[in-house]
């Protein structure tokens, strides 16, 4: 069976609007934590804190943490990140968490704000600050009341 374009007739036909996303978008979040694991990076020397994340609609989101890494700044950030969550999730443990299982199930709110673009000009939303579940952003984009 051939088809033949010239005759198609789509006017009974309702347009699709496009795949729903499953990815946490820009804003404020109350989420959990889902799953937490330590992981090998691309270069085996370097190792990753990767936590997944998801909201009360099923939308998720991950962040990485450098942990070991050849770049010392890159290990200080992703430290400095990772106290951060633990401790805006109340981690009973932040400065010595131990397990990474003991990550799972905790509840923190996240500030998702669009990352850079890529060389190849792909842009995605990433978690730029934790903060305890219920409290009010201090983002640098709040207007100030003059």
Do not use: W
Not at 45 to 56: I, T, Y
Not at 121 to 128: L, V
Request: glycine share 8%; hydrophobic share 35%.
């Amino acid at each position: 069976m051939s088809f033949d374009f010239g005759k198609l007739d789509l006017s009974g036909i309702d347009a699709d609007s496009g795949p729903t996303s499953s990815r946490i978008e820009v804003g404020n979040h109350n989420v959990k934590i889902t799953d937490a694991a330590v992981e090998k990076c691309s270069n085996p020397a370097h190792s990753r804190v990767r936590v997944h994340f998801a909201d009360g609609g099923g939308k998720t989101i991950l962040n990485d943490f450098n942990v070991v890494n050849a770049n010392a700044k890159a290990v200080e950030i992703g430290l400095s990140q990772l106290k951060s969550l633990l401790e805006c999730a109340k981690h009973p443990t932040p400065n010595n968490p131990k397990d990474i299982s003991s990550l799972k199930g905790l509840s923190v709110q996240i500030d998702v704000r669009m990352g850079r673009k890529r060389d190849n000009g792909d842009q995605y939303p990433e978690i730029k600050a934790f903060l305890p579940v219920g409290e009010m952003s201090k983002s640098i984009d709040d207007e100030i009341p003059f």
